[in-house]
């Protein structure tokens, strides 16, 4: 009887190792894993064994749970699928999906992603530094061709440039293509996501579609929080209906960079600037759009939130990236002063931290 009990918890062990060991391997197989390689191209050698591959992407830091992923290949996946070739790994990333881009064989592409809020200054100095041509192309002549708007024209004639048209998102850019062609593969992605009702919408509410994109840039850099960008809509709207400024400072930043100065830090002498696009001395909205767009700011420039707000300010309670907003100035200065205690705080911090690191 001893004997049975003892075969019988030998049994139980055996199964609950087994089912840990799987339940690792599957969990270290589907986990994501943040890497700092999404912009760089890792070459797979032809010849290259699955276990070299799994060794390299590895030691690149792109591939976490090298011993799941061989054993993965040794028991269930099908090594022989593995494909040579240049790569670029999204970040996170987990090694299940490292293994379908492999099978895929993106041998062909690059990877491009613009994030929500570039603006096209920043889109060019990135196709400049990661697309080389021969001959080479510079980041001025990458913005030169962004001066072309036929690609819109018919959504938006009224543009000047492509700012704003060119969608944020994650590219797989064929290799070999140009500039001219990369900017085309941006705004066509725009013109999947621009419905032809919202050029009626446009209207209906006495803008241009040009102007929506404006606004809809406006609210991209004011707000990451979905569920205030129609309040901020509905703000810009009174604060244009009362003829008061805007007063965006990232109209001030986009001014920087065009003039070529921008170095992080916004100057009292970048708001005081003469330029259309000051939003703080200039009544109206600024020219054009100051960034790329989202679906969700475009929805929110078309369908503002009406409200009696002129003012917000960052929420540092919540500290979550969401806004407190006021009707009268004397309750935002309040709150401003409360972020402006907040902010010396945070630097005080940095410094202190700074100063540690010495």
């Not at 190792?17 to 599957?26: F, G, P, Q």
């Not at 894993?33 to 797979?44: E, G, L, S």
């Not at 192309?137 to 001066?147: G, H, R, T, Y």
């Not at 406006?218 to 901020?232: A, F, H, N």
Request: proline fraction near 6%; charge should be neutral.
């Amino acid at each position: 009887m001893n004997l049975f009990k003892i075969i019988v918890a030998a049994i139980f062990l055996i199964i609950a190792i087994i089912a840990a060991v799987s339940y690792w391997i599957y969990d270290s197989l589907n986990s994501q894993f943040a890497h700092n390689k999404a912009n760089t191209t890792i070459v797979i050698e032809k010849g290259s064994s699955p276990a070299q591959i799994v060794s390299k992407l590895s030691a690149e830091g792109v591939l976490n749970g090298a011993f799941a992923t061989r054993f993965y290949l040794r028991t269930f996946g099908d090594a022989d699928k593995l494909q040579a070739g240049e790569y670029q790994f999204k970040s996170p990333i987990s090694p299940i999906e490292v293994l379908k881009e492999l099978e895929k064989g993106e041998a062909a592409t690059l990877r491009l992603t613009i994030p929500e809020g570039f603006t096209r200054f920043d889109i060019a100095k990135r196709i400049a530094a990661n697309f080389p041509q021969q001959p080479p192309v510079d980041e001025a002549q990458v913005l030169a061709l962004m001066n072309d708007t036929s690609l819109i024209r018919d959504i938006s004639p009224s543009a000047t440039n492509l700012e704003g048209y060119m969608y944020p998102s994650t590219y797989n850019i064929p290799k070999g293509s140009t500039p001219a062609d990369i900017i085309r593969i941006t705004v066509e992605q725009f013109r999947k996501f621009w419905k032809p009702e919202w050029t009626e919408r446009s209207r209906a509410i006495g803008r241009t579609p040009n102007e929506i994109v404006t606004i809809a840039s406006l609210i991209e850099t004011e707000t990451g929080v979905e569920s205030e960008r129609p309040i901020v809509a509905g703000i810009i709207n009174n604060r244009l209906a009362k003829g008061i400024p805007l007063g965006i400072d990232q109209t001030n930043v986009y001014i920087a960079k065009m003039r070529g100065k921008w170095d992080g830090t916004i100057h009292k002498s970048d708001l005081e600037i003469d330029s259309p696009y000051n939003t703080r001395t200039k009544i109206g909205l600024p020219p054009g759009p100051i960034s790329s767009v989202t679906e969700s700011s475009i929805r929110a420039a078309l369908n503002p939130e009406p409200n009696n707000y002129l003012f917000y300010v960052r929420n540092v309670d919540l500290n979550d990236g969401s806004h407190w907003f006021y009707a009268s100035a004397a309750e935002f200065e309040k709150g401003k002063a409360k972020y402006q205690q907040w902010l010396e705080s945070e630097r005080r911090e940095k410094r202190a931290t700074e100063g540690d690191l010495r």
